[in-house]
Structures are given as C-alpha cells and as structure tokens.
C-alpha cells in the first residue's frame, strides 16, 4: 500500500475536525488542577537564623567546659526541645491543629507538628588552619515552621527559637556547674585523703623518729664520734691502771707510821714483792706463788695485831698521800669503766638505728610516694576546678561559645506552599497531551473519506464526480454557536490566567477579594 504522507494543509483540516476532541480534555485537565490548587489549603512558613558564635576569649588563656561540638550540641537541644510535653504544650497555647483533633490521636497530632519544624544547618567550606584543606563548616542553623494561620506560624516559631536558645544557655551553664561541682568534691575528697597521710607520715615520725632517712647521717656521724670516745677512755682507763700500779708499789714501799719499823713489817712488804714478781710469771695454782700467799697471810695477821694494839691508824703522811691518791685513782678506774659500758651501750643503741634504716626508709618511702601521688592529684584537681570556675563565669557572662539569634521570625506574607501556579502549568500540560492524544485517537479510528484521493488510494475506482457539501442555515447557526463558545472559552482561558498569576503573586485571600471584586 502506498505510503500516505499528511501536508500541514492536512493537519489544519485535522484540527479543525477534530477541536473539540483537543480542547474538551485540556479544559478538564485544567479545571481539575486549577480545583485542586484553590481548593488546596494555603501553608505559611516563618523562618529564624541563629548563629554560632565562637568563643570571644581564645582558649588559651579559658578554656571552655563543653565537650561536644556545635552539631552535635544542636541535635541534643533539638531532642529536649522536640519533646512531647513541650509541643503539647504549643498547641494548646496557640491551639494547634485544631481540625486534626477529632480525627487524630494525641501523639499523631504531635507527630505532625514534629514534621512541621524543620533544623536546618547553614554549612560553609572553609580552610583548615592545621592542614590547609578546605572543610565543610556549619556556622549557624535555621528553624522554621509550616502551618495555615501566618499570625500563629510567626509566633511559634519564636517560641520555638526561644526553647531553644533557652535550652542552649541552660545546657552550657548546667555543663559549666556540673563541671566545677564535680572537680570541687573531688578535690575535696583528694584533699580529706592528703590529710589522713598526713597524719599518718607524723604518726610514722613519731615512731621511727630515731631510724628515719633524714638522721641516717647523724646516726652515723654520732656513732663514730661514740667510738673515737671509747677509743679515747680506753686509752685513759689504761693510763688510770697504770698509775695504779705504780701507786700500789710505791705504798708497799712505805711505812704507815713514822716510829714504827718492825721486822713482820718489812718482812711483809718483801713478800709482797717477791708475790708481785711471781705473778707475773706464774698462776695463782703455782706451789711457790700459794705458799707465798698463805706465808703472807700469817705475817699480815701478826701486823694486824700489833697495829691493833697500837691503835691501827697511821701517821705516816707520805703513806697517807700514796694510799689516797691509790684510792682516788681506783675510784676513777670504776667510773671509766663504767663509762665505757654507757658508751657500748650507746654504741650498740645507733647500730641498732642503723640497720633498721633501711627497713624504715623503705616504709616511709611508700607512705611518701602515696602521699606524692595524692598531692600531685590535688594540685591538677585544684587548677582544674580553678579553670572550671573561670569557664564558669564565661558562660554566666556569655563570653563562649553560643547560640545568637541574627535574625527572627518574620510574618509570611505569601503561602510557602502549594505552588498554584506550578500546579495549573502542570494541568496544562497534562491537558494538552490529553487533548492532542484524545484527538489523535479519534482521528486515526475514523474510517471516512474526506477526499477524492483517499478512496482512489483505498479502492483503487475512479471517482467520477465530488457532490459539495450543502450547508443550510440550521448548519451555520450551529457554527455560529461552536464559534461563540470558543471565544467564550478563550475569554474564560484568560480570565483564568489572569487570576493564576494573581496566585502565583499574592496570597489566595487577597486573591479571593480581588475576585469578589472583579464580579461586583
């Protein structure tokens, strides 16, 4: 079959057969979206910016007591303020929602208003003083809410800035009284524990005030001053025995009594002395040194009793000065003696000092190096809570970090949605494919001959003869009135489009006024 090939004088004939099949459909798409935006309800949305100031006094001289970063300082508010009680408590202030309670429940209702309010961060790039790189930086945030009164949309929202800056401020200074609070009773607590080692280290050198570290050296410098002493008493002490040898032969030499010489006498004192040489050569068990003695004894017993029938006392005044200085002397014997036992048993006392040093100094090193510890704690725990109590007063004076509202809440003063306009743009389209699809299948079903050649090309016959349309006037009448009314549809398109721009620009009640107007 030959291949039919359409003019554009063949698709203006289609048009005009086939108009009303194009126009019909786009004017319902277009009245049913044009419906859909007037009948939609008009959405305000009133929006605040709050900026993230940074710490005014740089962090080197303060530093700040919040641990978190603003993002996440922002998503922690954004819970507590996005709590139940809290929208609850904003919808019956402002009374909210009030068409959605009878149909909803309570948490749908507050869930709505949930998805009403928007956070929206303001993110910059911005240099990385450390790296160079370019990083993403968020320098303030955005909160907004979306609801039909314009009046009540404004005034949530500053509600709603105000919980949050609110809640800002009491986080930060909640943060900075916590802080101190905690390091306070810590360094408290440190300090009652420094005061027990305190205690107990006194207590320790009460104890072992005689073996502490500290008099090691003294303990050691003493003891050898204790033995050069006994080095020095020995060497008198055996001066002293020496004088009393020598004092003991010079008595035996003399006489107690001036007129008195008798042969027992002298025979007494040569046996003394033959007793003093034999001493020092032999025993006392020796026979010559015990026959000695016993011949002693009797001669000493026969000049005791002569002496005592004489009287016994002696007038010799050299005897007296030798016997004296013999007794004097025996006497300072016994005290050196006796000082040297003192000094042994001081001697002994320091040794005893200091071996148990090293036992003590090891004690007393680990109830230091506790106490060191503790006291180091208590220095850090007391800068800290000095610097806690500095960034204490940042946040109470406001010098941190924090939230500033740079600017509030305005009144809307067109619908932030729906966009009408984009909505009959889009039924006109819709309508147009429609109308051009509707159209097209009525023509392309449609089995007529609309000219000669089309039934020469469908029959392969000759046609003979064409009979022209006969158009009466009932026929132009009918014309006349397709005419009118698509130049009423036209006029009506207009009006149309007029009072969509009109929605586009202004807020649909003004744009209903301007319609009553328009008609009165």
């Not at 607590?189 to 305190?198: G, I, M, P, Q």
């Amino acid at each position: 079959m030959e291949e039919i090939v359409l003019t554009p004088s063949d698709y203006l004939a289609i048009l005009k057969r086939r108009l009303w099949s194009l126009v019909l459909p786009l004017l319902l798409v277009v009245v049913v979206a044009a419906s859909v935006a007037l009948l939609m309800p008009a959405i305000y949305k009133s929006t605040s910016t709050i900026l993230i100031e940074k710490q005014e006094i740089p962090s080197e001289y303060v530093m700040s007591s919040m641990t978190s970063y603003a993002e996440q300082r922002i998503q922690s508010i954004n819970q507590r303020v996005m709590t139940s009680s809290k929208l609850m408590d904003l919808i019956k202030r402002f009374d909210l929602y009030k068409e959605l309670r009878s149909k909803k429940t309570i948490d749908e209702i507050i869930e709505k208003m949930r998805e009403d309010i928007h956070f929206e961060p303001v993110n910059v790039d911005v240099a990385d003083q450390r790296s160079g790189r370019s990083v993403t930086a968020t320098i303030a945030f955005t909160i907004s809410y979306e609801g039909k009164d314009p009046g009540k949309v404004q005034r949530v929202t500053d509600t709603i800035t105000s919980l949050f800056l609110k809640e800002d401020l009491n986080v930060r200074e909640q943060q900075a009284d916590d802080t101190f609070s905690f390091l306070d009773d810590e360094k408290n607590k440190v300090r009652k524990d420094l005061d027990e080692y305190e205690k107990k280290i006194a207590f320790f050198k009460r104890d072992h005030i005689e073996t502490l570290p500290e008099v090691f050296q003294v303990n050691m410098q003493t003891l050898n001053t204790l033995q050069q002493t006994i080095e020095r008493v020995k060497e008198n002490l055996r001066s002293l025995r020496e004088r009393e040898g020598y004092l003991e032969a010079q008595l035996v030499n003399v006489s107690p009594d001036l007129e008195y010489d008798d042969d027992d006498e002298k025979r007494l004192e040569a046996l003394k002395m033959q007793m003093i040489n034999l001493k020092s050569k032999f025993s006392d068990e020796y026979p010559d040194v015990a026959k000695l003695k016993t011949e002693i004894e009797e001669v000493e017993k026969a000049v005791a009793t002569k002496k005592k029938e004489k009287g016994g006392v002696p007038d010799n005044p050299a005897y007296i000065t030798l016997s004296s200085q013999l007794s004097s002397t025996r006497t300072d014997v016994a005290s050196v003696k006796n000082q040297i036992k003192d000094l042994d048993v001081q001697v002994q006392q320091y040794k005893d000092r200091i071996e148990a040093t090293p036992g003590v100094e090891e004690e007393y090193s680990a109830i230091l190096a506790d106490r060191n510890n503790l006291k180091a704690k208590y220095d850090d725990l007391q800068r800290k809570s000095m610097e806690a109590r500095v960034a204490q007063g940042l946040q109470a004076e406001q010098k941190g970090e924090r939230f500033t509202l740079i600017e509030p809440a305005r009144r809307a003063e067109k619908p932030f949605k729906p966009n009408r306009l984009a909505i009959v743009l889009i039924g006109i389209v819709l309508g147009l494919g429609a109308g051009v699809g509707y159209a097209s299948l009525r023509e392309f079903s449609d089995s007529s001959f609309r000219d000669p050649e089309s039934m020469v090309r469908a029959t392969g016959l000759t046609v003979l003869t064409v009979v022209p349309e006969i158009v009466t006037q009932k026929d132009k009448a009918r014309a006349f009135r397709k005419k009118m009314v698509l130049t009423a549809v036209l006029v009506v398109g207009g009006i149309a489009a007029v009072f969509l721009f009109d929605m586009f620009v202004m807020d649909l009640d003004v744009l209903w006024a301007k319609i009553l107007r328009r008609i009165s």
